[in-house]
């Protein structure tokens, strides 16, 4: 007989690597994720745009 009312403590899963669940967050919204990097990159593009402008600026003076 187990008398025990306390269940046994689950199994922590695994810790699964980040990139892993980003492959597969990006296997399964494809669309999402090409959104997502679409977005950084012209982020990425305007921010170096206006670094570019305020270098430019600071050359003149």
Same mark, same amino acid.
């Given at each position: ?18 990139? @892993?669940? +980003? !492959? @597969?967050?990006?296997?399964? =919204? @494809?669309?999402?994720?090409? !959104?997502?990097?679409? @977005?950084?990159? =012209? ?13 430019? !600026?600071?050359?003149? +003076?």
């Amino acid at each position: 007989m187990h008398d025990n009312p306390n269940p046994p403590p689950a199994q922590p899963k695994p810790e699964q690597h980040p990139v @892993r669940g +980003l !492959i @597969r967050w990006a296997g399964k =919204c @494809r669309s999402d994720a090409l !959104i997502h990097a679409l @977005r950084g990159g =012209c982020y990425g593009v305007g921010t170096g745009a206006v670094g570019l402008f305020f270098w430019w !600026i600071e050359q003149g +003076l």
